[in-house]
T-cell receptor
């Protein structure tokens, strides 16, 4: 079983929709979870990260961790065409703030005007 | 925010030749850099960890003699794909962590697309 599993989609929504992107992880020792956005033919950029469980909000983006079910989510409110990208979840191997990251496969999101 | 650059952004080469890709941290010093490979519609796969002044640490299954990594300064790491073959065609991405930083502070370069004919 991979450390992080992510449904690759693709996901297509109309502008203004609420988007839910999800990952599951295998090791209950994982504590840090990141969400990256990757535009086509570009490197990933960090959107936000969470530590342990709970929610974290940044503008239209909310990251959520449910440790009981080993489930992490990224919600995008009022989605915009500029949000069209691949979204990758990631966690440091080893669970702590270790440098090495393992990534999910990424979910391709298209927001249609 | 911190900026990481890669050069070239794309390269086409003939089978059997070697290709060098540079990764630079432009406004910070990076004691640790990472090299990833990404195939179409696939996730990033870590190839190796590059530490300034020491030998790179390669992930299982990555041939160190084929993918030569040199981290000669605090702002530059290079990846050389030796005797490239078509199966090495991929998107290569580096990342860098500022000195004393954590995984959450890893900044990625824009990637280099390698096509081997």
């Amino acid at each position: 079983q991979k450390e992080v599993e992510q449904d690759p989609g693709p996901l297509s929504v109309p502008e203004g929709a609420i988007v839910s992107l999800n990952c599951t992880y295998s090791n209950s020792a994982f504590q840090y979870f990141m969400w990256y956005r990757q535009y086509s033919r570009k490197g990933p950029e960090l959107l936000m990260y969470t530590y342990s469980s709970g929610n974290k909000e940044d503008g239209r983006f909310t990251a959520q961790v449910d440790k009981s079910s080993k489930y992490i989510s990224l919600f995008i409110r009022d989605s915009q065409p500029s949000d069209s990208a691949t979204y990758l979840c990631a966690t440091p191997l080893g669970g702590g703030s270790n440098y090495k990251l393992t990534f999910g496969k990424g979910t391709l999101l298209t927001v249609n005007p | 925010g911190a900026v990481v650059s890669q050069h070239p952004s794309w390269v086409i080469c003939k089978s059997g030749t070697s290709v060098k890709i540079e990764c630079r941290s432009l406004d910070f010093q990076a004691t640790t850099m990472f090299w990833y490979r990404q195939f179409p519609k696939q996730s990033l796969m870590l190839m190796a960890t590059s530490n300034e002044g020491s030998k790179a640490t390669y992930e299982q299954g990555v041939e160190k003699d084929k993918f030569l990594i040199n981290h000669a300064s605090l702002t530059l790491s290079t990846l050389t794909v030796t005797s490239a073959h078509p199966e090495d065609s991929s998107f290569y991405i580096c990342s860098a962590i500022p000195g004393g930083g954590r995984a959450t502070e890893q900044f990625f370069g824009p990637g280099t697309r390698l096509t081997v004919l």
